[in-house]
């Protein structure tokens, strides 16, 4: 559906629905392969079906096709469906769960004709796009995408459906499932601008600046509108020259499969899949492409100028996207069944030990999951900065307890010296303003003003990636590939939680510098080539100096 198509229809019926409703059945109760003949009946999520004869484009009948419940199509549709071979399937649903008002279906149509019964008035035509916008037993047929033959696609029958029959040569149907994320629950004319955030059906977003390909970056306001531009009804979100990232993480949790509709109408487009961000003129220039992990499929629209639906196909922990003249609608996922809120389990480190009311300036140490962190002045761009670290309730890092704050100062985590070196390590951080402070091993800590602007550098023998987040006011999840011995993260407003390892290596002994289980003259040796420099640091501090000397000889012998 077009830009134009689209407003015609909105001005023709004059009202519009709260959320497009789901239009069952989606098959997923259905037993993969199962098949069907003429004459045959099943049920699939509270709807009554009947399989029936079908009618050719002749006007022949023809009595011997199957159906078949088969696997998803990527880019189609969001699970199982029914395969129709010269067969129709008939859906009672004022028999079974009750009329089903605006539905949305999903469908495939890749040769021969198709036959629709819609609350007793029968078509036999070609292609869905045939129908677009005739009025059959009631309701008027929009194709919201494909329909042209050879392809997959989406349909509403805006009315109400008491029964609904409809069959093909090549043909698949599938129900659709309600909008996980619809924006209804967000008020008509609302506008959240660059940089701010809000709430909507239980996830947070933060609406970002537009990054341009030769510009400086916009920062304009994401506005919800009602007019139809992403060809669905009900309320959507206008991001125009700004961006809107959904934090999941800190939300449902980590979801898949997402998906969801679009109009694009001028300009380029953001496009981000756990902090991986992609900067196109349409969407169809992410069709194929792996984004963050994630491999994005364009099954409709995404040409400019368009209506269109993204499936994301992976783990997704924040989706960022946005344009010029760009509207969004009708997210749609699975989460994560535990829930979200950035649940800490089985992490190493979860700073739920810490005292409510803890305190650390500059010089202090304290203990948390049985690491010794030490607190240090925050090294800025305009030169150190003397704060101090807080524990802290806000869940800002998206923690499901305590995290600790820094303010203005850096923590170094020592590993080794407590529990032993990490073996890739994760850590679920926040910075919400200001610049970032980052070092592995002991060497000096690189400044940042984004975690974003770290990804993919390496500190301490030790690659950082950023897998989600990595910008101000973001959940940002960093893992850190190699041996971790000891981590130092810190900012200006900055909070730090759960940290996760894949290994931990047993700790040595204090002083062991050669591994050979004792510590003597020959660490000695070693300890005074490391002099000044972080390689012999024994108690986390960063340096090589008398006090590791003190460390060693209190630890001399086998």
């Given at each position: 559906m077009n830009h134009i198509h689209a407003m015609t229809v909105l001005a023709a019926t004059g009202t519009l629905a709260s959320a497009a409703l789901a239009a069952p059945p989606t098959w997923e109760d259905a037993p993969l392969g199962a098949t069907f003949a003429t004459g045959n009946t099943t049920s699939s999520d509270g709807v009554n079906i009947v399989f029936d004869c079908f009618e050719w484009s002749t006007g022949t009948i023809f009595c011997g096709g199957s159906a078949r419940v088969e696997p998803q199509i990527a880019g189609c549709n969001a699970g199982q469906r029914i395969g129709l071979n010269n067969i129709n399937a008939t859906f009672d649903?004022?028999?079974s769960i009750g009329p089903v008002t605006d539905p949305i279906f999903n469908f495939g149509e890749y040769g021969g004709n198709i036959n629709l019964i819609?609350?007793?008035?029968?078509?036999?035509?070609?292609?869905?796009?045939?129908?677009?916008?005739?009025?059959?037993?009631?309701?008027v047929v929009r194709v919201l995408a494909g329909g042209t033959g050879g392809d997959c696609g989406k349909v509403q029958f805006e009315g109400v459906v008491d029964q609904l029959t409809v069959g093909g040569q090549e043909f698949w149907w599938d129900g659709t499932s309600d909008c996980d994320i619809s924006f209804e629950d967000l008020p008509l004319g609302a506008v959240f601008p660059a940089v701010s955030t809000f709430a909507t059906d239980g996830v947070p977003v933060t609406v970002r600046e537009l990054f341009n390909p030769s510009t400086p970056p916009t920062f304009g306001d994401a506005i919800v509108g009602n007019g139809g531009m992403a060809c669905g009804i009900g309320h959507e979100l206008w991001t125009n020259n700004c961006r809107a990232g959904f934090g999941f993480l800190s939300g449902p949790g980590p979801v898949?499969?997402?998906?969801?509709?679009?109009?694009?109408?001028g300009g380029h487009i953001n496009f981000a899949i756990n902090g991986d961000l992609?900067?196109?003129?349409?969407?169809?220039?992410?069709?194929?492409?792996?984004?963050?992990g994630a491999t994005i499929s364009v099954p409709s629209g995404g040409l400019g100028s368009d209506c269109g639906e993204v499936y994301v196909s992976g783990n997704v922990h924040e989706l960022e996207v946005g344009g010029q003249e760009l509207w969004i609608d009708c997210l749609r996922f699975e989460a994560d069944p535990d829930g979200g809120g950035g649940e800490c389990e089985d992490a190493l480190v979860d700073h739920a030990d810490l005292p409510l009311a803890g305190n650390w300036a500059v010089g202090d140490s304290l203990t948390t999951g049985g690491v010794h962190v030490s607190i240090f002045d925050f090294i800025s761009s305009s030169g150190p900065v003397f704060g101090n670290a807080l524990t802290s309730n806000s869940q800002l890092a998206c923690g499901d307890d305590l995290e600790l704050a820094t303010y203005n100062v850096h923590a170094t985590y020592d590993f080794a010296g407590s529990i032993g070196a990490l073996v890739n390590v994760t850590v679920q951080v926040s910075d919400q303003g200001g610049e970032i402070n980052l070092g592995v091993n002991g060497v000096p800590v690189s400044l940042a003003a984004d975690y974003a602007d770290l990804h993919g550098t390496t500190s301490g023998g030790a690659t950082i990636l950023v897998e989600s987040g990595g910008y101000d006011g973001d959940c940002t999840v960093l893992r850190i590939v190699g041996t971790v011995k000891s981590l130092t993260l810190g900012g200006q407003q900055h909070f730090i939680d759960c940290i996760w390892a894949d290994d931990i290596i047993p700790p040595a002994i204090p002083g062991d510098l050669n591994g050979d289980g004792c510590v003597d003259s020959a660490d000695v040796g070693i300890l005074l080539g490391y002099w000044g420099t972080p390689l012999g640091d024994l108690n986390g501090d960063g340096t090589t100096d008398a006090a590791d000397f003190g460390t060693l000889l209190g630890n001399w012998g086998c």
């Open positions: 649903y004022a028999g819609l609350n007793g008035d029968a078509r036999n035509f070609d292609n869905f796009l045939d129908l677009d916008g005739t009025t059959v037993g009631g309701c898949q499969n997402l998906s969801f509709e679009f109009g694009e109408y992609r900067i196109v003129p349409n969407f169809r220039d992410l069709d194929g492409v792996t984004v963050g």
